[in-house]
């Protein structure tokens, strides 16, 4: 998964809740490696038995049999070195998440914030997840950054993208309630009128609640009356009343 190791090197101050779902995610991704190993295993081994009735009974006077043959052995090498450097990708990661529960301070305890360049790497590895779908392990990643350096500038921007993967998911509701959390902890950030625009979005196109959409759009204007975000929300008023 696109960006999980930057995510699990900073899994000391995640929750067990959280290294369980990345164990989870390694767990899915052997079971997947393990399939397309087998899959391809099968179909490149029928290939050369074909191959092999084919060069027994009739052999071509320009060897373009013999070289297929030859090149669909070194494919079959090549793969089956593919796989096993995969495995050994996972067990890696098996073995780091390991050290992350031993090390995990305790709950009670505080942990060191991310460091600028930490953050900015789990934010992108959040996004590479959340566009591939992966939505638990994306989620893990933007709660590092809003749990552990709540004053960074990226912070505002990781909690966005908790409600929208929330969204991605299909849980509206959440995914409203993560939004406002923009606006109530990062009022001065340019998420928070974003978050607002967008939390109404949600109620209004997927829940089809047009007074909570209408007093979400209300707000964007009334406190940020000079941003696009409120010449938006006054479209979308103008359209539902």
Request: glycine share 4%; aromatic share 4%; charged share 25%.
């Amino acid at each position: 998964m696109i960006g999980l190791c930057a995510v699990v090197s900073l899994a000391g101050c995640a929750t067990k809740r959280d290294l369980k779902d990345l164990r989870d995610e390694v767990l899915r991704l052997q079971a997947r490696q393990d399939s397309l190993f087998r899959e391809t295993q099968r179909q490149n081994l029928m290939l050369l038995d074909t191959l092999r009735q084919s060069f027994s009974a009739q052999l071509d006077a320009q060897g373009q049999t013999s070289h297929r043959f030859r090149e669909l052995e070194q494919q079959l090498g090549r793969t089956e070195a593919m796989i096993n450097q995969l495995h050994g990708l996972i067990s890696q990661l098996n073995t780091r998440l390991d050290n992350a529960v031993q090390s995990r301070p305790p709950a009670s305890g505080s942990s060191a914030p991310v460091s600028a360049s930490q953050v900015e790497a789990i934010y992108t590895a959040g996004l590479d997840n959340l566009r591939q779908g992966a939505y638990s392990t994306a989620r893990i990643a933007f709660a590092t950054i809003v749990n552990q350096s709540p004053d960074d500038a990226r912070a505002p921007d990781a909690q966005f993208q908790i409600g929208e993967t929330h969204a991605a998911e299909g849980n509206f509701e959440l995914a409203i309630t993560e939004l406002l959390k923009v606006e109530e902890k990062w009022s001065r950030s340019p998420r928070a009128p974003a978050a607002l625009l967008r939390a109404g979005v949600i109620a209004q196109e997927n829940l089809q609640d047009r007074t909570r959409a209408r007093d979400l759009f209300e707000q964007v204007r009334r406190r940020y009356p000079d941003s696009e975000e409120a010449r938006e929300a006054g479209r979308r008023l103008a359209a539902i009343r």
